[in-house]
């Protein structure tokens, strides 16, 4: 019978975190350490290395459970990621050979969608969209009471959906994907066009007048101080942000939405005009039940709690 416990890794583009969970989301112990994203070998090795030394530090370790930010099949290949060296890399088998336990291998924002689910702000809803506002947006989707992952595993790239054909250019190679309207870099983008048309205002005296310096949290930390310039740029990304939930409530009909990564630093700054414009853009308000969005409740951990509660259940399922 498979122990309790579960390691869970988080491979970010310059750490990865690793955490020792118990089967209620518990964090016991955790590792984290630098490492650097361009060398592929040595990613994976850092990964084991950290699985390892928490599986042998603790008794009953029964799976190891793995996200990464990219394009992950359901085999456990990594086939693409924007800020990692892996390409068609099969981190799931060298995970797997390398600890000798169980692994799950996923996206970032997939398992910290499980995460949420099972033991964060969205316990005990059935059906769940968390969106990420970071840099870019990310999603993951619980459907049913299970994660959806698609015919591939490439589910809920959410924030590539083009919602401004005229807008601004994209990294994946598109134009007015949702993610350069609703994120910390359109949070970042229009603080600049704010500080270089108006560089008296508020936040063009916190950048000496150079545009180049603002990014999105010198945008919020303004707003928190009161600065109306801040304040309206969030709300402007506020309302992209609530009009692009309301088109995924529109297809997924969730109870309930999540919003966590770096942006939601903001707070309801940010989520406040969201929930407004949600509730104008989504189809027929009146005539079904409110959908809350909430706060994400895991903050950094959300990703590695999850994977590490996937990979019990995974490993628990195979046991079975
Ligand atoms: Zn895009």
Known sequence: MPGSLAVGVDVGGTKVAALLTDDRGTVLDRKV???????AEASVDTVIALARELADRHRGVAAVGVGAAGLVSREGVLRFAPNLAWREFPVRA?????????????NDANVAAWGE???????????????????????GIVAGGS?????????????HIIVDPAGPPCGCGNVGCW??????????RLGRQAVAEHPESALGRTAGGDPSTIDGPAVTKAAQQGDPMSLRILERVG??????????????????????????A???????PARRAFVDAVEAADHRPAVPILAAAL????????????????AGRVAG
């Open 147 to 159: 994660l959806f992952r698609g015919a591939h595993g490439f589910a809920a790239e959410i924030g």
């Open 33 to 39: 350490v630098h490492s650097p994203a361009d060398d």
């Open 117 to 139: 689910f099972r033991f964060g702000a969205g316990r005990g809803s059935t059906d769940l969209l968390l969106v990420t506002v970071g840099t870019g947006i990310g999603g």
């Open 179 to 188: 993610e350069q309207v609703a994120s910390g870099r359109a949070i970042e």
């Open 239 to 264: 309302v992209r942000l609530g009009e692009g939930i309301a088109g995924l409530v529109n297809v997924l009909d969730p109870d309930v939405v999540v919003v966590g990564g770096g942006a939601a």
């Open 266 to 272: 903001a707070g309801d700054l940010l989520l406040e």
């Open 94 to 106: 060298r995970v797997a050979a390398g600890v000798g336990l169980p692994v799950t291998v996923d």
């Open 299 to 314: 903050g950094n951990d959300a990703g590695a709690i999850g994977a590490a509660d996937l990979a019990r259940a995974e």
